[in-house]
């Protein structure tokens, strides 16, 4: 038996949803990712704890995944065990008139529908994005002039070694596409969002505006991983790669989006070895005919 069937044994026992070899094109919005050795769905805080201790104790890696929205898992798949936050994790409850709490594993949908039907207003941006809410406050995620960090009071974590605590927004470190939980390596619970009362039509509005803003200018009907390079000062990537006349590269089943530059989409069957060889020619090209750097925002298992 491998360590990580030995720790699949201890989660069925402890009442986690545990999958075997896994294929994590199932769990990743590009469709792409070969198979985890074991995939493991925590329901609440004791599971989780239980499972990170095992892992530590066996010397078993762990990967912790949301919706899969921004990452790229390599065609080899995953040694040891990827753990997702499931049950309890996604529940939304309203802490008072103009604050809600919502747990790591819920959607960035089901929030934004949960403040739209509670008349609460400052989410509106983050309709469309395709992300968990752990997801989202881990990389500070925005748009349309919104962020996060915007509309967070405190998140919620346990450490590595199992320990629970809160960091307030002040101490967030949130920046453009970070936050201080790239450094820490503690795993987000859950977080208090601060909102504003607002009439639910006016809201709707604006989430409709975003949303509409989304279609028109992004290649929602293909899998994607989002926008794969974080903004250059000064600059923006998209149209440096458009600039560099490489709207539309391929590279085996992947492409640069003939609709926005800064998309990779899998087009055909793409593999990660196929986006990871289109990233590199991207940003070499654009290095060397505009002389800027393009840093790949997307996290890579492998």
């Known amino acids: 038996m491998s360590k990580a069937e030995f720790i699949c044994n201890i989660a069925e026992i402890a009442g986690c949803e545990v999958c075997h070899n896994e294929p994590m094109s199932r769990h990743t919005s590009f469709k792409i990712g070969g198979p985890a050795e074991a995939y493991i769905t925590v ?12 892992c530590r104790e066996a010397g078993v890696n762990t990967f912790l995944i949301g919706n899969g929205s921004n990452i790229l898992v390599s ?7 990827v753990i997702r936050l499931g049950g309890e994790f996604k529940n939304i409850t309203l802490a008072d008139e103009n604050t809600i709490y919502c747990g790591a594993g819920a959607s960035l949908a089901s929030l934004c529908k949960f403040a739209l039907n509670c008349g609460l207003s400052g989410l509106e941006f983050a309709w ?11 990389m500070n995620a925005g748009a349309y002039g919104g962020e996060m960090k915007d509309v967070v009071l405190s998140v919620s974590h346990i450490t590595p070694d199992g320990e629970a ?16 939980y790239r450094q820490n390596k503690y795993i987000i619970t859950g977080a208090a969002i ?9 809201i709707r509005a604006k989430m409709e505006d975003f949303m509409n803003r989304r279609s028109s200018k992004q290649p929602l009907d293909y899998p994607s991983a989002g926008s794969v390079f974080k903004r250059p000062e000064g600059a ?7 600039q560099c006349g ?5 590279r085996g089943g992947a492409q640069v989006s003939e609709k926005h530059a800064g ?9 990660a070895a196929d986006v990871r060889g289109l990233i590199r020619e991207v940003q070499t090209t654009v290095a060397d005919q505009t002389g800027y750097q393009l840093e790949c925002e997307l996290i890579i298992l492998n």
Not at 75 to 81: A, P, Q, W
Not at 194 to 202: I, P, S
Not at 263 to 271: D, G, K
């Open 43 to 54: 329901k609440n805080i004791p599971q989780l704890r239980d499972i990170l201790k095992e």
């Open 236 to 242: 923006y990537a998209g149209a440096l790669i458009e």
């Open 128 to 138: 469309g994005i395709p992300g968990s809410v752990g997801g989202a406050l881990f």
């Open 246 to 250: 490489l709207k539309g590269k391929t």
């Open 165 to 180: 605590g809160r960091i307030e927004s002040e101490a967030l470190g949130f920046g453009y596409r970070t936050s201080v």
């Open 263 to 271: 998309f990779i989409i899998n087009r055909n069957n793409a593999t």
């Open 75 to 81: 065609d080899e798949g995953l040694g040891g065990v």
């Open 194 to 202: 601060r909102l504003q009362k607002a009439g639910q039509d006016d």
